[in-house]
């Protein structure tokens, strides 16, 4: 469309300033059948969308329709009738007045790119109109979704039904991809959300990294707490004293980036002081003679030398685990991707938990179960004539998923290159603080014939759509059942709580709508969501008004939680057994047991940067979120004493970072002199620093550590982007330099 593609303030052009049209004010939803509480509250079913955890739990609605709260259902085992602070304060993202209001579509006006508002017939005869060009002259497979969270469903299916399979989150190649593809390529199968750690009965639980507590994943914080209760040992490796490292009986404050070397270690007390699970590993597992000797000299001394965690200590901690075996936990840990060998690292962890007998023991990892929801009838989706394998141009074998990284190069056009992506769908992600190649998607995004962003909110990534589409927000729509696997199978409905404020729409709506005007009415044959859910319910025994009822459904479990004694259990590899000795890696000509290869170090005057959770925030997402912004209005950076000292850096004093490629953060952030953090590292909480204006609470508070990641360590395994590679030093004056 344009040659270029300005980035567009959406704040600053006056829109949406007008009056609600739907929603509070003249509110009529047929929701009678949802719970009255005698107050005068109605209590209307939803699953929390602040993270992507999904407690279940209730809007509880005024007679003139406010929300007044929102708790948790006492019966979801994933909250235990308990939400976190974020789902809570849910009800922020509903009521922030920077929402998007209404469709917005990118024109000329004086010679200058800028938003008009738009009605949706326009806009989405405008996508339509367009995606059809695009498969015209590139074929269907030429259009890609990037999406997170629930919304993400309805435009994958709309792109299957074109002819696409080009399906990509952040949170496979920047988060969680090279842990579900180690243990895949371990157990045969990955730990899942929610995963299937049994904290709650654990004995020993071990934690690389992990922040449970600040990574406030609800019902595994809960089990946590309930597991040292009880008396569980917790073991914490990480370079800050995180909360759970505050929670535990030991602290290792490991050198950053060397993971590797601590666990092979583990690995070498456990074999080489006999105290491993002999008869679990016999029945079990192969490939244990080759572990045996490839760790023979990964002795704790050796890594004492690359970890700083002195020998005894590891030894103690080793025996800790093997004592409380079965019933102990490597934590897995979910955002994995750090420094480029995580599905090597990841596969250490796994097999150390193979070691212990974890896997299909009690205080181990259980056996999940849950409902298959069967698809509403619908036509087979078309044969792509090619898919987002080819992006990968023979890179990233054990890629189970798209890659981003891989569907943002193939947008960027290069001669004879095969398999071209031409337009973006782009539904909850905020691709520009997600992904780290920003040079990259800059790139792409400026070469694209199509970008169209589903959103809640002005986010970065609206200001470069070319149409933006305002969804409604969790608590003003109905969404996919929640059938997620845990220990016991549950269903869970989310239906609106509220009429959708101002001119939004639900995403199941806006893929509809685009799918008929497609020619694909065939895959939309309802007129109503509910007709969906309605007969998907009616098909596992239930119904949408016992669930507009109720909640939240438990079903009983068909199968054991654990292996039971005496059993033989078959594990999902191509064998049988789980893999010490990876063949499959081998055969991809990678190592088929994980070897310690050192990473960079800073130079003198830089620290590695890392990153993670605050307990009150949900990465970007929740940044303009009056509830939590309150909470928590902005990061700070934590420095240790040595270093303030080095430096002559007081108390919040406010610095710049600079990176080790001269980026500098666009703002500027609040010194935390602390112990808690290690001389050589300083840490930031992700998803501060926002430099888009409309976003009038989250603009300018803190820094954002994606601008500082210019360097990424990919895992050549499955294309994850290790983001923990980089440095920075302190800058005390505001530096001079062209804002963004
Ligand atoms: N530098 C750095 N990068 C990271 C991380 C990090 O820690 N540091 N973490 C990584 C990890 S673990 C992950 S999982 C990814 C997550 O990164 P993303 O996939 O980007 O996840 P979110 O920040 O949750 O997505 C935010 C977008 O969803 C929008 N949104 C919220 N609710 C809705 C809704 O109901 N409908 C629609 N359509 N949109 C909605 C928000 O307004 C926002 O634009 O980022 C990864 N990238
Ligand atoms: N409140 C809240 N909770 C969340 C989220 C959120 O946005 N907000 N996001 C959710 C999502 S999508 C994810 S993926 C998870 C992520 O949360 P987790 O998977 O638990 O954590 P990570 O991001 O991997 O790691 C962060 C921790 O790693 C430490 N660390 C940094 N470098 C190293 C190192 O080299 N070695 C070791 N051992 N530790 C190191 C940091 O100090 C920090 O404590 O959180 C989830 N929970
Ligand atoms: S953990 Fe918190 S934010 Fe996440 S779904 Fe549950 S209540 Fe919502
Ligand atoms: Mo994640």
Partial sequence: MHTRRDFIKIGSLGLGATALTGGVANLVIGASSTKSTGTGLRKVPTYCE?????CAGWAHVTPDNKIQKITGHADDPQCNGRLCPRGTGGVGMFSDPDRLKRPLIRVIKNGEQTYREASWEEALDFIATKMKEIAAKHGPESMALFNHGSSGKYFTHLLNAFGSNNVAAPSFAQCRGPRDTGFELTFGESVSSPEVTDIRDTRCLVLIGSHIGENMHNGQVQEMSEAIDKGAVIITVDPRLSTAASKSKFWLPIKPSTDLALLLAWIHVLIYDDIYNKEYVAKYAEGFNELRQHVKNFTPEWAYGITTIKPELICQTAREMANAAPSTIIHPGRHTTWYGDDVQRSRAIAILNALLGSWGNRGGIFFKEGIKIPDFPRPEYPKPAWSWQQTLNGRYPFAKEAVTNTIIEASIPAPGKEHMIRGWIVSGTNLIVAVPLQKQLMQAMQSLDLLVVVDTMPMEITGYADVVLPECTYLERHDDLRATPHREPTLALRMPAIEPLYDTKPAWWISKQLGERLGLGAYYNYKDFKEVLDWQLKQVGSSLKEMETIGLKKLPRKSPVYIEPGADYKFKTATGKIQLNSKELQEGGFDAMPVYKPHPQPEEGFYRLIYGR???????????????????????VWVNPQVAELWGLRK??????????????????????????????????????HHHKPLTYAFGRGVNDTELITRVITDPVMGGTGMRGNFVTFLKTEPKKAKV
């Fill in 652 to 689: 919040n004093q406010h610095v710049w970072l600079k990176n080790q490629d001269g980026v500098i953060s666009n703002f500027s952030v609040k010194v935390r002199i602390t112990e808690r953090i290690r001389w050589d590292s300083v840490y930031i909480v992700h998803g501060f620093g």
């Fill in 50 to 54: 602040v993270c992507f955890w999904k």
């Fill in 614 to 636: 605050a307990p009150m925030h949900t990465f970007s997402r929740t940044a303009n979120n009056r509830n939590l912004v309150a909470l928590m209005p902005e990061n700070s």
